[in-house]
């Protein structure tokens, strides 16, 4: 059984404590107590005909609205599984200028002067040489100690690629990566070919 | 007693508008759908950097049968970096019908959206449970790459392959018929439901566009907006679209190397791949995979055979893939003297058995894919509204042509997986006034930018932008369309005004790596 089989099998034993049918069940006794109890609301009213005269027009808005409001489970805030992006030592502008000497840098076309900016969100910001097109925005870096993760141009030159892994050192104003595993030759260039200098 | 007359009155009141107003995905009030969080799978926790978390939707296979089996569906949430950010979130479901979501190159959609961003593998596929792959035509690999595209036994292999891939799911217990277009909206809409979204915005690349198409149809009234990139339309079977796209393709790329230095090393870019398909036919030629996927899956080299429908399917695939574009014209020229370049080669030699010219050549490249998915779509949801006489017509009696699209495999296949025709509607234009953009490749043969413009048309606020010099998904290839998507992105409702980047977009021919 592969590794990814059995987390997958571990995550789904602890994801439901209630057995599946009995939140089946447990639903549906629910779902009709708050029926009843809003039949018995409106039958309590002195409004009755009214209600009745007025669903041909607005009632199937309403039913639908009070259906809508009981089927909705409460609002969840996604929880962070990964690592807190971002770390404030390397936040910061830095530059560096790329050769032609690499044949990965020359076939995308990154000769030139670059641009990179961490920002504390772990948000990576990227201004890169004018006959580069590829997407520049929206994506991150994670950091860990001395580890750096990103993703930068996951979308593009490093498509299909999974993020790259690098150490990295600030010093003064010097920032420097070595490549730890890095799948896309492009991205390995880019941050290996400094020193980025900050601005 | 009177009081009970009135509550059974009241009661059955109710009845009667519940059953008229329905349920928006149309579940039984038997059940109701629900989205449980769980650790994410450990290949989506490796590539996915910003904030996030996973979950599965477990919703009813088939909500005409509220008492039927229930699968999950799986869904990965994506925070945006921006701490304070539009409380209307983005749906996205990538990739095309039968593939898992585009988990890492989705991520981004989150930051660049400033919105949480939820990311849906399809029922059927990826992580979903169950997942309706078949090994059993995955098997036929090799048999049809050492075979030629007019070869009918592999076809009649085929076809058995897939009758086996039916029989082993249906005897699981899977309700094949369910994994369709119709179903696999309203789970979109079930997400949204368990929630608890009032409203969100609609993102879709490649051909699982007709998945949104249909939640725009069906629940038009929670959604902001719709971008789609490289999409397919409900209104076109595949089977159809598949030989418009291709002559389209084919007419740009001939427009495209009408201009010096393509046009003297190739004059005539159509006439010369007909030669090409020609002299195939007549002469097939072959060559020997050493390390391609095939070969080193079956731990040995091969022969790869190819002839003029085999070109013609990489002519197809080669014009949805932007990094093959450039090569085209000089492959093409290539085969027409008998040869088979290293760019072809490379497609033949790992592809899965009949999909690059048939489903968009990006998918061809990986090995998660659910062909049960794509068979119940397109036998469902499209071949049961093909025009077999326009199909036939515009074959033009080319004899590559007929191998590949008029003897298309799939139309048997669809023969042995036996799944009802969808109700009539699943085959008609989408309307509404939903602000629509509509993202299309310049070469792109899955979906020509005439075909969208034609969708569009039907839509009351569509725009729809192409992009110079590209294929098949469009978003994920270069700066410009992502920046245009997302400028419109917070003004929908008018048309994408910062498209100045594609003035500076073209296609640049060359020769290497194709010449040999």
């Not at chain 2, 009970?4 to 109710?14: D, E, F, P, R």
């Not at chain 2, 001939?254 to 195939?280: E, F, G, K, N, Q």
């Not at chain 2, 495999?409 to 969808?422: F, K, M, R």
Request: overall charge negative; hydrophobic content about 35%; aromatic content about 6%.
């Amino acid at each position: 059984m592969s590794i990814d089989r059995r987390l997958r099998e571990g995550f789904e034993r602890s994801a439901p404590a209630i057995d599946p049918k009995d939140r089946v069940a447990l639903e549906r006794v629910t779902a009709r107590a708050r029926r009843h109890v809003m039949v018995r609301r409106v039958t309590s009213t002195v409004m009755v005909a009214l209600v009745l005269g007025g669903a041909a027009l607005g009632g199937p808005r309403i039913l639908d609205a009070l259906r809508e409001d009981r089927q909705l489970e409460p609002v969840q805030e996604p929880t962070p599984s990964a690592p807190i992006p971002g770390d404030a030592t390397i936040a910061g502008t830095y530059t560096a200028t790329l050769g032609n000497e690499d044949p990965a840098i020359r076939g995308n076309q990154m000769v030139g002067k670059w641009t990179i900016t961490f920002r504390s969100n772990g948000v990576l910001e990227v201004s890169s040489p004018e006959p580069f097109e590829e997407s520049r925005s929206g994506y991150s870096f994670e950091v860990s100690g001395s580890q750096f993760r990103t993703d930068l141009f996951r979308t593009d030159v490093c498509n299909d690629k999974l993020p790259g892994r690098y150490r990295w050192q600030r010093s003064g104003n010097r920032l420097t990566f070595e490549v730890v595993d890095e799948p896309c030759p492009a991205r390995a260039t880019l941050f290996a070919s400094g020193p980025w200098q900050i601005t | 007693m009177q009081g009970k007359s009135w509550l059974g009155g009241l009661g059955a009141v109710a009845l009667i508008l519940s059953s008229c107003t329905g349920t928006g995905s149309g579940e039984d009030e038997a059940f109701r759908p629900r989205f449980v969080e769980v650790a994410c799978p450990s290949d989506v926790e490796i590539q996915v950097l910003p904030k996030h978390s996973c979950g599965y939707l477990t919703v009813l296979e088939d909500r005409a049968k509220p008492e039927g089996r229930t699968i999950r569906v799986f869904v990965l949430t994506v925070l945006p970096p921006q701490e304070e950010h539009p409380e209307d979130p983005v749906f996205t479901i990538g990739g095309n019908i039968g593939e898992a979501a585009e988990i890492g190159g989705s991520t981004p959609v989150a930051a660049r959206l400033h919105r949480v961003a939820y990311v849906m593998d399809p029922r059927g596929t990826g992580h979903s449970h169950p997942k309706l792959a078949c090994p059993e035509v995955d098997a036929l690999d090799d048999e049809v790459a050492t075979s030629l595209a007019s070869d009918d036994d592999v076809r009649e292999e085929f076809a058995a392959a897939v009758k086996a891939c039916h029989d082993r799911l249906t005897s699981q217990g899977v309700d094949i018929a369910a994994y369709d277009v119709e179903q696999a909206a309203a789970d979109v809409e079930d997400l949204r439901r368990s929630l608890g979204i009032q409203t969100w915005s609609l993102g879709s690349l490649g051909t699982q566009s007709r998945i949104l198409l249909e939640v725009m149809r069906s629940f038009p009234e929670h959604v902001r907006a719709v971008y789609m990139d490289s999409p397919e339309f409900p209104q076109l079977p595949d089977p159809e679209a598949a030989v418009i796209g291709t002559h389209w393709g084919l007419v740009q790329l001939a427009d495209a190397c009408a201009s010096v230095p393509c046009r003297r090393a190739i004059p005539h870019v159509t006439r010369a791949l007909s030669r090409a398909t020609s002299r195939l036919n007549a002469q097939p030629t072959t060559f020997v995979s050493k390390d391609g996927a095939i070969a080193s899956r079956i731990g040995r080299s091969l022969k790869v055979r190819v002839d003029g429908g085999k070109l013609l399917r990489v002519v197809r695939s080669s014009l949805g893939l932007t990094q093959f574009i450039p090569l085209l014209p000089s492959m093409i020229a290539a085969a027409a003297e008998g040869k088979i370049t290293a760019p072809a080669r490379e497609i033949l030699e790992n592809d899965p058995a009949f999909c690059s010219g048939y489903r968009p050549g990006e998918g061809c490249s990986g090995p998660d894919f659910s062909l049960g998915v794509y068979l119940t779509v397109l036998c469902r949801d499209q071949l049961p509204f093909l025009d077999r006489s326009a199909l036939a017509d515009s074959l033009r009696g080319d004899a590559a042509y007929q191998t590949v699209f008029g003897s298309n495999p799939y139309l048997d296949a669809c023969t042995v997986w036996d799944v009802p025709a969808a109700d009539p509607v699943m085959g008609e234009p989408v309307t509404g006034d939903i602000p629509v953009l509509i993202f299309t490749g310049q070469f792109d043969p899955h979906s020509p930018t005439p075909v969208a413009e034609e969708a569009a048309n039907k839509l009351a606020r569509a725009y729809v932008v192409e992009i110079p010099g590209q294929g098949h998904n469009v978003l994920g290839t270069g700066d410009c369309g992502v920046s245009i998507r997302n400028a419109w992105f917070d003004h929908p409702e008018s048309p994408p005004e910062t498209t100045s980047c594609l003035d500076s977009l073209s296609v640049r021919f060359t020769s290497k790596g194709g010449m040999e």
